[in-house]
C-alpha cells in the first residue's frame, strides 16, 4: 500500500489506519506459526529467578567525562568475576528522576549474579543531586 500526496487528509487516515490493521494482523499471524513450531518450556528445569544466581559479582565505578557538555559523570558497572565468554549481554539499567543509580545496586546484583553486565550511569540534572532542593 503507498500513500499519494493527492490523497485527501481524511482517506490519508484511513489508509494509515488500515496499514495498522495490516500489520497487526500480520504480526499475529507471524506470532501463531511461531507458537505452532515452538517446543514446550519445562519451567521446572529452569532456575528460580527469584533468587540470586549462581555467579560471584563485582561492582566497579567508571569516572568519565563528557567533553561536549564539560561534564564529569560516573557509571557503576556490575558484572559477573568471570565472565563466561568475550561475548555477554549488557543491560543499561537508567535509574530515573530523583534518585541514583546506587539506589538499584541490588537489582544490578542480581541481574549480574545470572550472566548480565549491567551499565548504570548518572543522569545530571535529574538525578537526587540536583533535585532535592525542589
Known amino acids: 500500500i503507498s500513500i499519494d500526496k493527492t490523497t485527501h487528509s481524511t482517506d490519508q487516515v484511513e489508509l494509515r489506519i488500515k496499514c495498522s490493521e495490516l500489520l497487526s494482523e500480520e504480526i499475529v499471524s507471524l506470532e501463531n506459526k511461531e507458537v505452532e513450531s515452538s517446543q514446550p518450556i519445562d519451567f521446572t528445569k529452569k ?22 557538555r564539560d561534564r564529569k559523570f560516573y557509571v557503576e ?7 563466561k565468554s568475550d ?3 549488557v543491560i543499561v539499567f537508567s535509574h530515573g528522576l530523583s534518585s541514583t543509580p546506587e539506589d538499584f545496586a541490588k537489582r544490578a546484583i542480581h541481574l549480574a549474579s ?3 553486565v549491567v551499565a548504570m550511569p548518572q543522569h545530571i540534572g535529574s538525578d537526587i543531586l540536583n533535585t532535592k532542593d525542589f
Open 47 to 68: 532456575p528460580d529467578i527469584r533468587t540470586l544466581g549462581p555467579l560471584k559479582v563485582k561492582n566497579s565505578t567508571l569516572n568519565l567525562y563528557d567533553s561536549q
Open 77 to 83: 558497572l556490575y558484572q559477573p568475576e568471570q565472565l
Open 87 to 89: 561475548r555477554v549481554p
Open 114 to 116: 545470572y550472566g548480565y
